[in-house]
């Protein structure tokens, strides 16, 4: 059973455009919500993260934003560089149940010059 | 100076086989995991150690047994390869178990794993 889903399963992006990934859950559990970046030949690295009593939360360019009602967050990239291809994974996890993280299956972010 | 690091990182072997990968990391980080990632890029955990102890254990087939010789270190040895066993195996640590914020994972560069 997928618990994270995620879409789209990949984006084209102009430099300098917005890239918009979204993920939904069904886990009522989950409190901790991470996206994770990850470079060919590489391992995934953290990106930004959410709890869910704040609605958005913003790092530099990247903003999450939060719908708790819903089940749903997402990751927005402003200002998409070429340098922000990379495949882009949300997960979850419930930090009192064993602190497993369930990823989504993953959008391969291409930004175009 | 690397973080969390893996070796082998390429291993291409024969089903039948049984293989070795090795993690260890120089964190000082209490937990290590190893998650696998197939060809479609789904990332699944397999198991999680917190100082030495096995906390995490999906169901993942015994013929991948985890060792932990001291909490820097998280081996993951495969018996019996098979074809479906192919994958990117990442180890991965934490400080502590629980995720927040101020508690990331922090993952190696994986080790990728052919059996032919």
């Known amino acids: 059973q997928q618990q994270v889903k995620q879409s789209p399963q990949s984006l084209i992006v102009q430099k300098g455009g917005i890239s918009i990934i979204n993920c939904a859950y069904e886990n009522t559990a989950f409190d901790y919500f991470p996206w994770y970046q990850q470079f060919p030949g590489k391992g995934p690295a953290l990106l930004i993260a959410?709890?869910?009593?704040?609605s958005e939360k913003k790092e530099g360019r990247f903003t999450i934003s939060f719908n708790k009602s819903a089940k749903q967050f997402s990751l927005h990239i402003m200002d998409s560089q070429p340098g922000d291809s990379a495949t882009y994974f949300c997960a979850a996890t419930n930090t009192g149940g064993g602190n497993k993280l369930t990823f989504g299956t993953g959008t391969q972010l291409k930004v175009e010059l | 100076d690397t973080a969390v690091s893996q070796t082998p990182k390429y291993l291409v072997t024969q089903m039948g086989n049984d293989k070795s990968i090795k993690c260890e990391q120089n964190l000082g980080h209490d937990t290590m995991y190893w998650y696998k990632q197939d060809s479609k890029k789904f990332l699944k955990i397999m198991f999680s150690y917190n100082n030495k102890e096995l906390i995490i254990n999906e169901t993942v087939p015994n013929r991948f047994s985890p060792k932990s010789p001291d909490k820097a270190h998280l081996n993951l040895h495969i018996n019996s390869l098979e074809l479906g066993d192919s994958a990117v195996y990442f180890c991965?640590?934490?400080?502590?178990?629980?995720?927040?914020?101020?508690?990331?994972?922090?993952f190696g560069e994986g080790s990728w794993l052919t059996v032919v």
């Open positions: 991965a640590s934490s400080q502590f178990q629980a995720l927040s914020s101020g508690n990331t994972i922090y």
């Open positions: 959410i709890r869910p009593d704040v």
